[in-house]
């Protein structure tokens, strides 16, 4: 990962001072670098800590475009940036990378690029031409990117902390956090401090201090697919045995590889030299390490094993409080801390994991009981899911309505004002309606049926499906 930060304003050249100190701040996420830029203007500082994976050579950020005078800071990778120049016409020279393809972009076509990029990304450009700072993300909101509005001055960084550091911001505990243990949408614990939603790109207008947003993608915007399930389920395999591997690095990386459908996916598409799994002895009911032994050596992999202890939590736990920025409800946390320290001591400086197809695959039974009710769970013999699947049950004997089920299934907490709720409704509604309850037809009674039979599959580990036959790092 990289990191990027910075500030916009009529007298920004003033606070260089303030933009070097926000990039120090972040400066373990740039190994190879931290530097910043002004523009020629003086009205925007940007910071960028580099780090280099796809090109140990190339020039560290941010950049500098000398024909517009655009400057860039960029955190993430496009995967079809030389593609993209080719079509776009725009020449890369020795040592320049994604990040130059996108300032020349930019600079020749605007935000209208952003389309034709694939990839995830955090960027800041700053265009003299229009006097305007933009801010975006990729289409799913990969790579982190705050923002504050402050004395008529746009200030940015990838991490939160980052920003509170710039002014105050008091804490504010958001409703849902009581739900669901983390803040949704684009509300963050800190007054003031936004997260930039997926897919948006913010303008910023230097002069008046007046900014605007809008959507530049979205799933549901896309046309829903019409084939049957066959069909549907070809053309995805071969979706994802196309472009997964052209998320591998050039480099050597490692796997988190927990035995589950997502990571062993990943690991036979991407075959990585070293696959690192996490088992906690006494635990055996969740230990999926011999699942990972066995995908590793079947695509001829190194597989580390880690057995953290209760005093590898202890010394962990203040490092992985102080990284998360603000509570975070996922407890897989720590065995992925112990998972990146042993990557790190390895010297590798890539690691991808499943936190992505964990959601795109369907991989776990509670997707399962949403898409096919609690009677297909307990009837493929996980009678210790029940307690999960009792939730799913109505009162009267009749199927919950998808919204209603989808809440009872990731409800942590109290949910008093119905923020939850709120969040999955409007969700469904931009997805067309969402999901047919089940139990509804006769199609989604055969659907209950096939998933039956996934989860019966044998040498499926605990809460995972297993299929019929037929990312980088989570970054902060």
Not at 200 to 211: E, M, P
Not at 250 to 259: E, Q, Y
Not at 277 to 294: K, N
Not at 439 to 459: E, S
Request: hydrophobic fraction near 45%; charge should be negative; charged fraction near 20%.
């Amino acid at each position: 990962m990289c990191g990027i930060a910075g500030l916009a304003g009529t007298d920004a050249a003033r606070h260089e001072t303030t933009v070097a100190a926000m990039g120090l701040a972040q400066h373990h996420r740039g190994p190879d670098g931290t530097r910043h830029l002004i523009s020629a203007d003086g009205r925007t500082v940007l910071s960028m800590n580099t780090l280099l994976i796809v090109d140990q050579a190339a020039r560290p950020g941010p950049y500098l475009d000398p024909a517009s005078g655009a400057v860039l800071t960029f955190n993430g990778e496009i995967y079809n940036y030389r593609q993209a120049a080719a079509a776009w016409g725009i020449d890369l020279e020795p040592g320049e990378t994604d990040a130059h393809l996108i300032l020349r972009a930019w600079a020749k076509l605007g935000p209208g690029c952003l389309a034709g990029l694939d990839g995830m990304f955090a960027l800041a450009v700053y265009d003299p031409r229009e006097g305007r700072l933009f801010l975006t993300r990729d289409r799913l909101g990969e790579k982190p990117l705050y923002w504050r509005l402050d004395g008529g001055r746009l200030a940015f960084a990838s991490e939160v902390t980052t920003l509170t550091g710039y002014g105050t911001a008091p804490l504010v505990v958001r409703p849902e956090m009581l739900s669901i243990e983390t803040p949704t949408g684009a509300d963050t614990p800190f007054q003031g401090i936004q997260l930039l939603a997926p897919a948006t790109l913010l303008a910023f207008d230097v002069a008046t201090g007046s900014l605007a947003q809008q959507t530049w993608w979205a799933l549901e915007r896309l046309e829903p697919w019409q084939g049957d399930y066959r069909t549907a389920l070809a053309w995805f395999s071969t979706l994802l045995a196309d472009r997964v591997p052209l998320r591998a690095p050039g480099s050597d990386f490692a796997l988190l590889l927990s035995g589950g459908l997502d990571s062993s996916v990943l690991a036979y598409l991407m075959r990585p030299q070293v696959c690192v799994t996490v088992r906690y002895p006494g635990q055996d009911r969740l230990d999926e390490s011999q699942i990972a032994a066995t995908v590793a050596r079947d695509i001829g992999a190194e597989l580390v094993v880690i057995e953290p202890t209760a005093q590898d939590f202890a010394r962990a736990l203040p490092e992985i409080v102080h990284a998360l920025d603000y509570p975070m409800g996922n407890a897989s946390t720590f065995s992925e801390h112990m998972a990146y320290r042993a990557v790190a001591e390895r010297g590798i400086r890539v690691v991808v994991g499943g936190l992505g197809p964990d959601e795109f695959l369907m991989g776990y039974v509670r997707h399962a009981l949403v898409l096919f009710g609690p009677e297909a769970v307990l009837g493929a013999g996980l009678e210790s899911y029940r307690p999960l699947a009792s939730k799913l049950l109505h009162p009267a004997g009749g199927p919950l309505e998808p919204a209603e089920a989808i809440v009872r299934l990731i409800l942590r907490g109290a949910d008093p004002d119905g923020r939850l709720r709120e969040v999955i409704a409007d969700a469904l509604e931009r997805a067309g309606g969402g999901l047919a309850p089940a139990g509804d037809d006769q199609r989604q009674a055969g659907l209950r049926l096939r998933a039956g039979a996934a989860l019966a599959v044998p040498g499926a580990g605990p809460g995972r499906v297993l299929l019929p036959a037929a990312h980088r790092a989570q970054d902060r």
